[in-house]
């Protein structure tokens, strides 16, 4: 076989024998053309599936949001015949009947039991059965997108290096983690906005001569939404013997709201020592309205700086793509060598920086 020079660019003729136990020489010229490799261009494809996939999971996600949100509405309409089930219905069926057995299994090693204690917050908030369930699709997203980089780089004729395997295990595991958090602080704001209702109902409970037991129970048939599930839990937990000191501290851990806070300390004391629950819970009512308007008034005068923070933020990544787009090679030496790829991470972390350094800038303390 002649040398081939994959170093240097464009056509060149490879000529190659073989030759049989017999003798008999058969020869065969081939002309190839060496091309430069785009890395660039190839990673912006992977991410380009890699969006389109996690993309594709958003919309099942939305999708099974609003069978769920269609099942509760569906409690307070008339039906004139039976539904069958929708085809996407049962497979969340199949995979939910998938992974609540291995979520049996991993609850039998203790160290993963105690790790999924610090999802405990997340299971109401998401009708999960059991923070293990958690545990479970965080593995089971590690194996996918695990395989999905590996079917990527088998694309190109590639195998994945040691760093690449553990950085595909590790982005699966943790991608959870950042979308429960980015949907648990849209659920506590919704339990902050709606807390006030609650107050109001709990305070008409009490004049009607309802213990603080039968309150819960109103709260949570009368409201509905995020906060009608706290309650239902909270009903729940005293219905399996704990005080209600306990249901309301669980409550508060559960949130980490002040607003609370300040409840969950007002019922204790009242239930520990006595008092005026009326004349409590009016002034309760009072401050959390007195806070939601300076909140209002405050979000409306500290828009334009929150915008000011959107754009500095938004602004070195728009930048970066448009000279991306202008000289797609204008990024590749800090792909190509180690000291391009420190310079890259060093660039990221300044742009952290960047971002925590704006944001205390332009943010408003009350």
Known sequence: TSNIDLDSLGKQKVIYSITDSAGNTSTKALTINVTAYNKVQENLKQMTILGIVLAVLYVILSYYRSIVLERRISNYSISPKAKRATMFERIIKVVTGIIEPFADLLSKSSILENYSQRFEKYQVAFHEKSAMMIVAKKIIASVLFFAISMIAVTLK????????????????????????????????RNIENDLLQAVIVMKNAFKSG??????????????????????????????????????????????????????????????????????????????????????????????????????????????????????????????????????FILIVLIYLLYISLVRKIMKVRV
């Open 157 to 188: 004729l590639e195998l994945m290096t040691f760093w690449e395997m553990l950085l595909s295990l590790l982005i699966g595991f943790y991608i959870f983690d950042f979308i429960y958090l980015f949907k648990y602080s849209f659920y506590r």
């Open 210 to 343: 309802n213990s603080l037991t039968q309150t819960i129970n109103i709260v949570a048939e009368e409201l509905d939404g995020d906060i009608a599930l706290e309650f239902k839990r909270m009903k729940f937990e005293l219905s399996m013997g704990l005080s209600i000191e306990e249901a309301f501290e669980r409550f508060s851990e559960r949130l980490d709201l002040p607003e609370v806070s300040y409840l969950t300390s007002s019922l204790v004391i009242l239930n520990q020592t006595g008092g005026n629950i009326i004349k409590v819970f009016s002034s309760i009512e009072k401050t959390l309205m007195n806070k939601k308007k300076i909140r209002l008034e405050l979000r409306a005068l500290t828009s334009s700086a929150r915008m000011v923070t959107l754009i500095l933020t938004a602004l070195p990544v728009v930048f970066t793509g448009i000279i991306s787009f202008i000289s797609p090679n204008y990024f590749i030496p800090l792909f190509d060598s180690i000291l391009g790829l420190l310079l």
